[in-house]
């Protein structure tokens, strides 16, 4: 069924009705894609690309977009209903990134991956690339993961808690600074409020959630359902009794990690052994 049109004629799709907002703006006011690079600063081929729905652009762009247009925080806010409408993930992430954005808390624990609310976008790109995922579709599974990342931001944010094995902060990224830049996104992440990071450490031996990436979503209605991951697929767990022996797990995995002091003494070590990039 095709998207439902409203009065106005234009797409109640999210990421359709800012592709049709910049078009439109851009041709009230008369500019060429190149005028609009050259008086904003930017490629004119990044806004070619806005408009054909490539790329959703960052929120400095948006911004200054907004500010060019004289349009405030109309254009960023289309942006953010784009980059946080759940129809743009994968059919089979969809309810589960629903039910993410109503959580009012977050337990997580990574066996292989930094989670997705905590991710550079050189790191996203790097393990959707790795999942077979190419072109403008890696650009939007991108952008769309790292919008995501504003769930945890501003003051109503929810409790956000985090596991992470120690070979998740062994397995860096072949770009050293790209590594980098993910390691201090995790320390800078572990000083805010709502975040708490954990490390499980290499010797703390066998336990419950060996092979398995967990979230746990606290819903509003007080239910708390789960999400398995893997390389290759991913499980939304609603049923009562499956939860709460993962939940089970997840605590004595809680128990065995170093304290969030300790953890975040631990990602500032790791960030300590990054090579520097060689001088030219």
Same mark, same amino acid.
């Given at each position: *069924? ?20 910049? #078009? ?19 490629? $004119?081929?990044?806004?070619?690309? *806005? ?14 977009? @907004? ?11 289309? $942006? ?14 969809? #309810? ?5 954005? +109503? ?33 403008? +579709?890696?650009?939007?599974?991108? +952008?769309?993961?790292?919008? #995501? ?6 003051? @109503? ?9 120690? !070979? ?57 359902? !789960? ?23 997840? @605590?004595?995995? #809680? ?12 990602? *500032? ?7 520097? +990039?060689?001088?030219?």
């Amino acid at each position: *069924m095709p998207p439902r049109r409203a009065v106005t004629g234009r797409s109640q799709e999210p990421r359709q009705r800012f592709v049709e907002e910049l #078009r439109l703006l851009r041709t009230r006011k008369g500019d060429s894609l190149r005028q609009l690079g050259e008086t904003l600063g930017w490629d $004119w081929s990044l806004f070619g690309k *806005m408009e054909g729905g490539q790329t959703l652009g960052s929120p400095e762009v948006v911004q200054a977009l @907004d500010q060019h247009y004289g349009t405030p925080g109309l254009l960023l806010t289309l $942006w953010e209903l784009a980059a946080g409408d759940p129809t743009q993930f994968r059919e089979r992430y969809r #309810r589960y990134m629903t039910l993410e954005a +109503e959580a009012v808390s977050l337990w997580h624990f990574g066996v292989s991956t930094v989670h997705g609310l905590l991710q550079t976008t050189e790191y996203a790109r790097a393990v959707l690339a790795v999942g077979g995922i190419k072109g403008d +579709e890696l650009t939007r599974q991108v +952008e769309a993961r790292i919008g #995501r990342r504003q769930l945890l931001t501003g003051e @109503d944010a929810p409790p956000f808690r985090t596991i992470l094995s120690e !070979a998740v902060l062994r397995t860096s990224l072949p770009n050293s600074q790209d590594w980098q830049r993910q390691l201090q996104a995790l320390a800078e992440a572990a000083e805010r409020p709502n975040i708490t990071l954990h490390v499980l450490p290499h010797d703390s031996g066998p336990h419950g959630l060996v092979s398995t990436d967990v979230i746990f979503l606290r819903l509003p209605d007080g239910r708390t359902v !789960a999400y398995t991951e893997n390389a290759h697929r991913g499980e939304l767990i609603e049923e009562t009794g499956p939860v709460e022996r993962l939940q089970r797990a997840y @605590d004595a995995v #809680r128990d065995l990690a170093l304290s969030p002091a300790e953890s975040r003494k631990f990602v *500032m070590r790791m960030l300590e052994e990054v090579p520097c +990039e060689p001088s030219t």
